[in-house]
């Protein structure tokens, strides 16, 4: 596990004021197991719940939060990742539920530990500085927190909030663990990296590179081929700058700002304004990304835009919406979503499979119908999207037309359990492999203390 030179100062600067007048400190930690089971295809040749097709693995977050002086705050968490061994009897393959890592690669099964979160906040008026490793929620960069593990960020992020309704945010990040690297490809597409934290949490700078066909012992191609992920990554040591305007000029309308740049890598902006009258939701967001790099694919040279729509309503316990969202046809033209990890997106018509890799790619339309309802002790959310990609051929690639079908419920036993299950199942057309539809189910058990 690396951790940075400010990580390392900020952990030992929490260390030295608890031992003076430390008050309110907050201890905290959870687990979680999270485990999931698909199958391949129609004919049943890969069954849910049977091992070749299972995955599984056990997370732990144990965390800390104390006032340390007046206005100054200290938080830092440990992240925790095992197996518990069931790969020997449960589950036949790590990849999805861990960091950075393919079936085959023995490291997968180590019990890997880092340093999540270790950061200072203080605040001044109106005004909230907070610098060291931290989690983020911006519209182009956040953290990840479905899968086992969760990537964050090293930097620091300025707040102001003077003017009535509106807050501003500067930010400026050095780094991050996500697995948003060049080589890593698209999710569902052949990604290298199926996961969302790099391998032991290892922080990278922005344009990074990942070549998984060279063998890190050797400096040779690995002989396992390009998918086995024993990998040599390539630290781009770039820093990301930010800007936001978060503004609520009346009460239930909302418009944010935001733009993003990595120099000499790519540059990219976000809008989205929002609107509430009568339990009826009105919502529009547009993003556009511009590759600058000439010698990578990671920020590509061309440019991308993303539009979507979402019309909702709610009614008590009830709510339904519908979205639509397309992007540019452009060549060369980068993927909008995460660019931490290449993943996830704030998207409307963002689906669980066919998520923000998919929707935010270029010639891209999707849409997408939700319903979900709260009943006393637990939740129900079903919906369907359907994407469409133009560039590609029905019948040659699984992305050219295909259809998601989620159903999602969760509860909560007690005060510390939560309890989620996910079934899904995605159609296509695919002539070539015959394959033309999987399920899954995902379930996730955490206990909070």
């Known amino acids: ?57 056990m997370e732990a977050d144990l965390g800390v939060k104390a006032d340390l002086f007046e206005g100054l705050k200290g938080e830092t968490n440990v992240v925790i990742l095992d197996s518990l061994g069931l790969e020997n009897d449960v589950v036949g393959n790590l990849s999805n539920a861990t960091t950075g890592h393919q079936e085959g690669d023995e490291d997968i099964l180590k019990t890997q530990w880092w340093v999540s979160t270790a950061n200072l906040k203080y605040n001044t008026g109106n005004t909230d500085v907070q610098a060291g490793r931290m989690t983020l929620n911006t519209p182009l960069l956040f953290t990840e927190k479905w899968n086992a593990g969760y990537n964050t960020f090293e930097g620091g992020v300025v707040t102001n909030t003077d003017v009535s309704g509106v807050k501003l945010t500067a930010m400026y990040i050095t780094g991050h663990n996500g697995t948003g690297l060049d080589g890593a490809g698209v999710p569902g597409n052949g990604i290298k990296i199926p996961s969302t934290v790099m391998y032991n949490g290892n922080f990278y700078g922005f344009g990074s590179s990942i070549d998984s066909s060279v063998d890190t012992a050797t400096g040779l191609p690995n002989p396992k081929g390009p998918m086995y992920t024993n990998t040599v990554v390539t630290d781009g040591k770039k820093s990301l700058y930010s800007v936001g305007a978060e503004i609520n000029p009346m009460d239930d309308l909302n418009i944010n700002l935001w733009y993003y740049n990595i120099s000499s890598v790519k540059d990219a902006y976000w809008a989205d304004a929002s609107y509430k009258i009568a339990g009826v939701f009105i919502g529009a967001q547009n993003s556009g990304m511009s590759g600058k790099d000439t010698t990578t694919a990671y920020g590509k040279t061309g440019d991308n835009m993303i539009t979507a729509f979402k019309l909702g309503y709610t009614m008590d316990k009830l709510n339904f919406f519908g979205a639509y969202s397309f992007t540019d046809d452009k060549e060369n033209a980068p993927v909008i979503t995460n660019m931490s990890t290449n993943r996830k997106s704030k998207i409307y018509t963002q689906a669980i499979v066919q998520d923000g890799g998919i929707i935010g790619a270029a010639d891209t339309k999707a849409w997408k119908v939700q319903a979900s309802y709260k009943f006393e002790t637990w939740k129900l959310v079903g919906f369907v999207q359907n994407t469409q990609n133009d560039s590609l051929v029905v019948g040659e690639s699984p992305f050219a037309d295909s259809t998601e079908y989620d159903l999602v419920a969760s509860t909560k036993i007690g005060k510390h359990v939560n309890l989620k299950g996910i079934y899904m199942h995605r159609e296509y057309d695919d002539q070539g492999s015959g394959n033309d539809a999987f399920d899954f189910v995902r379930l996730i058990a955490s206990v909070n203390f």
């Open 1 to 57: 596990m690396k951790i940075s030179t400010l990580t390392a100062s900020l952990l030992a600067t929490t260390l030295v004021t608890s031992a003076f007048a430390v008050e309110n400190i907050e201890v905290g930690a959870s687990a979680k197991l999270w485990y999931q089971t698909n199958t391949t295809n129609k004919d049943g040749s890969a069954d849910l719940f049977e091992q070749p097709t299972a995955v599984a693995l």
